[in-house]
């Protein structure tokens, strides 16, 4: 895709700058272009967060479970 230097400019891209698009969900004539760093953020905090869900999420002892481990003979 070529961008008119003007418009590069207008919008403070500088080489090697890499960016990803979208269409708008609210126009689609629209482009959305987010860089690249952006979305790496977005998806490694979206990460994080998945991962304190599922260590957050780990199932307790039922009672039943506990019981048992409680009564074996400490040796």
Same mark, same amino acid.
């Given at each position: ?5 003007? $418009? ?9 700058? *890499?960016?990803?698009?979208r269409? =708008?969900? +609210? ?9 690249a760093?952006? $979305?790496?953020?977005?998806y ?5 967060? *998945?991962?304190?869900?599922?260590? =957050?999420? +780990? ?17």
């Open positions: 895709m070529k961008l008119p230097t003007k $418009l590069a400019k207008s919008l403070h891209l500088k080489p090697g700058d *890499e960016f990803y698009w269409h =708008s969900d +609210d126009d689609p004539d629209i482009l959305l272009f987010v860089p760093e952006v $979305l790496e953020r977005r490694t905090h979206g990460e994080h967060a *998945e991962r304190a869900v599922r260590t =957050s999420a +780990d199932p307790l002892p039922n009672s039943e479970e506990q019981t048992a481990h409680d009564q074996r003979p400490s040796g």
